[in-house]
């Protein structure tokens, strides 16, 4: 498998589009070529230049584990055996289990970007030793938009971009973060055609803005009183849809009655956009027949992020875009990625030590190091790190250190050698996404949605196990499910899959005891059944029938039929399928048949959030600290970053060591020229870099790229750092009141020139 002509399908794993490629392996294990493919049926062939650079993941300088590691009392490692891995992993956190309690293990990670397959096998892990709180990297970007989705229709929307007549990126440049398929082809479609519009909400002249009809720049951290104001125009011009307010609403007039009293003269000089480009671009996006919209980091790790979310979904509920095509929809799930938090109807969860809000069930990851460093008795003892670097990733890296340093055991399940790695008890490798069969659960588009079951391309070198195989030993080492009821599930599925599904249905469904274990069951039972190499695949026949069950029309139109036989077919077709499958096919109908809120109406009032609305009118905005006089954007996205995906540095053609971007007039003031260096300082801490004067940056407003201040082996292997890693420079206290997401976009900051 490892050197051939053949072209072999997989996908790029560089955001959550995770388009359809196409490698060739040459000697070495090396990718020789990568082409889009064209079978892939949501891709079909589009890919970026990202994608093409996947090699620099695969062979990269990343220090790769091949050995399980015991961490020694001098704070090296040995390698260790997995037999004495599991057995010792499994006696510690069984010890935190039975001492303080399962509740006092935290689960983080459990699927990278691109990498779910693995991750759903750790619930049988959770159930296994008591845990009962997880979080991951969606808790820092997410979390705040679920909540109000959940609160205001019970489902989570998506906006066709692709068919709307107006499309409005806020916080958001698919030019370089995608988030739909063929980005940049939409976005340079709509650019060209007269009858459509783009509106887009940055402090940057992004590359998505310079095609844009109306660029509202607004001042960074200022989005929450410019969308306001956007909505504001929309409720006092009388532009609403009063038809549909009528209809699928609930709360129109409480909220008109609130968005009638903002002053939006006095709401866009605070953002600094122009009130007529406002009203303007209202006008142009309620006189639209459709209207797109999607909301992204730019707001989702900024000040006021749940509050904008709120916002923008009002903006266009009040214009009547939902569930039509060019509208917001409502996709079909093939897997869920988080729990129902505080929905409609839902019981909000709170943190064990702060009381802090937990939303879409995942544990707010600002707040973690605060949920350890105490003396209180519920405060976390042990956690299991898988397919994650919060050490790295998370606000405030040294505190986050000290919070580990400080946990009683620390079990890192990965790849590389990551920066959390090395504060780890254990290390447990795993193959890379390439050695491995994998898929992604980010499965949004409508109305045809896609699944990609992806085949190894790679033969896995010895040493890493999958995590599916890790997850099972660590069930088996608990003694939590009983050998009996796997053996008679692996020995039915030896007989054949209607043999499997009797048994399953006979032993298994409807014992609520063993929910948690299914994965496990489905793994030792059906998966050595399945095709060579594919054995960890065996939960997709449950994730299959479970989608057939919710999505029974949509399943059936994609060919699939009707009843207990749709989910079977569904999943043969997954695994005959290396290039992925349409598992539904929807109507618009459907968005309306997935809002779970009371009558299925959209509920425009939230008591909770209107009052962090009114309280904007006494606020003062950040920017205007003489103390602080830059906000900085820590974690920019550009063409050649990808989280802490990558870690070899050669893969980026540009910008290798990643220049903090700044406007000539700031940058003239500040006396430092294009590629000079210059120290930023933060409330938390200061680095060295590289300045590249940018006209597209706002003044007062620089910026870092994310994806930096990631160690590789040089030449001599040697560990060396290339770029400053932003979270050295953020803080985890500077977050969302609601949901705890960080406030990434504005860093308060000072630039110095360095001394001659």
């Keep these: 498998m490892n050197s051939t002509t053949e072209w072999k399908p997989t996908a790029c794993i560089l955001c959550e589009c995770n388009c359809g490629v196409e490698v060739r392996v040459g000697p070495d294990r090396r990718f020789e070529r990568i082409r889009g493919d064209k079978a892939h049926p949501g891709s079909k062939g589009y890919t970026c230049e990202k994608a093409l650079r996947l090699d620099h993941y695969q062979n990269g300088r990343g220090e790769r584990v091949r050995r399980p590691l015991r961490r020694r009392p001098d704070g090296t490692f040995e390698e260790i055996d997995w037999d004495a891995a599991i057995a010792e992993v499994s006696e510690r956190l069984r010890a935190v289990r039975d001492t303080v309690g399962g ?26 030793y008591g845990v009962t709180y997880r979080s991951n990297a969606l808790a820092q970007e997410k979390t705040g938009e679920m909540w109000v989705n959940g609160k205001m229709l019970g489902a989570y929307v998506r906006g066709d971009v692709a068919h709307a007549e107006v499309s409005l990126f806020l916080g958001k440049n698919p030019w370089q973060t995608h988030g739909f398929p063929h980005a940049r082809a939409t976005l340079k479609e709509i650019a060209r055609d007269p009858e459509r519009a783009m509106i887009v909400i940055d402090p ?29 125009v929309i409720v006092q011009e009388r532009l609403v849809d ?63 992020s749940t509050l904008v979310s709120y916002l923008e979904k009002l903006v266009w509920l009040l214009t009547g875009n939902l569930g039509r095509s060019g509208t917001q929809y409502s996709p079909s799930a093939f897997a869920a990625l988080s729990g129902s938090g505080s929905g409609a109807g839902g019981t909000a969860r709170t943190t064990p030590v702060t009381g802090s ?54 079990v890192v399940i990965d790849v590389f050698m990551t920066e959390t790695a090395r504060h780890a008890d254990y290390v447990l490798p795993v193959p890379t996404q390439f050695e491995k069969p994998e898929a992604t659960f980010f499965n949004f588009e409508f109305p045809r949605n896609v699944f990609h079951l992806r085949h190894p391309v790679l033969d896995a070198p010895e040493g890493p196990i999958e995590e599916a195989d890790i997850h099972a030993r660590l069930v088996e080492a608990s003694g939590a499910v009983d050998p009996a009821l796997v053996e008679i599930l692996r020995t039915a599925a030896a007989q054949g899959r209607a043999a499997f599904s009797a048994a399953f249905f006979e032993h298994v469904f409807g014992r609520g005891e063993l929910t948690p274990f299914l994965p496990y069951l489905l793994y030792r039972g059906l998966g050595p059944s399945l095709p ?31 009843g207990l036989e749709a989910g079977d077919a ?45 309280a904007l009118a006494d606020e003062t905005p950040p920017g205007d600290d ?50 000079g260096s210059l120290r930023v300082t933060t409330p938390r801490g200061s680095a060295v870099v590289r300045v ?33 890693a932003p979270n050295e420079l953020t803080s985890a206290e500077h977050r969302d009141p609601w949901v705890g997401t960080p406030w990434h976009k504005t860093v308060p900051a000072r630039l110095e020139p360095l001394p001659a």
């Design 103 to 128: 509740d006092k293990i935290l689960h983080y990670g459990g699927g990278g970007q691109g990498n779910h397959l693995g991750g759903a096998y750790g619930r049988s892990t959770l159930a296994a």
């Design 204 to 232: 940057r002249r992004s590359e998505t803005a310079e095609l844009a009809d109306f660029h509202l720049q607004v001042r960074p951290g200022r989005d929450a009183w410019l969308v306001a104001a956007l909505a504001a």
């Design 242 to 304: 009063q038809a549909f307010l009528d209809e699928h609403t609930v709360g129109a007039a409480e909220i008109a009655d609130v968005l009638g009293a903002i002053p939006i003269d006095a709401y866009c000089a605070i953002s600094g956009v122009d009130a007529e480009l406002v009203r303007a671009a209202a006008r142009r996006l309620a006189a639209a027949s459709s209207v797109a919209v999607a909301e992204d980091l730019g707001v989702q790790m900024n000040r006021h």
């Design 357 to 410: 809000r937990i939303a879409a069930g995942l544990f707010p990851c600002n707040l973690i190091p605060e949920e350890i460093l105490t003396d209180h008795p519920d405060r976390f003892r042990a956690i299991i790190v898988e397919s994650g670097n919060p050490l790295h990733s998370l606000a405030d890296s040294p505190r986050f250190r000290e919070a580990f340093e400080a946990l009683d055991l620390v």
């Design 532 to 562: 060579d190499g594919l054995g960890s695949a065996a939960v997709l026949w449950g994730l299959a029938n479970l989608c057939a069950l919710a999505n029974p029309d949509g399943v059936r139109r994609a060919g699939f039929g009707e």
């Design 570 to 614: 569904l999943f043969d077709a997954i695994m005959a399928s290396p290039s992925g499958v349409v598992f539904t096919v929807d109507t618009d109908d459907a968005t309306w048949a997935r809002i779970r809120t009371p009558g299925r109406k959209a509920q425009l009032f939230l008591p909770e959030l209107v009052e962090e609305l009114a």
């Design 626 to 675: 003489p103390d602080w006089p830059f906000l900085l954007a820590a974690g920019e996205r550009r063409s050649f970053t990808a989280n802490t995906i990558i870690r070899d540095p050669a893969w980026r053609k540009r910008d290798g060591d990643g220049a903090l971007r700044i406007h000539p007039i700031d940058a003239a003031a500040v006396g430092v020229a294009d590629g």
């Design 692 to 724: 590249s004067i940018d006209d597209s940056m706002s003044r007062g407003h620089v910026s870092l790229p994310n994806g930096m201040g990631l160690d590789h082996l040089d030449a001599d292997g040697r560990r060396v750092v290339t770029g400053v």
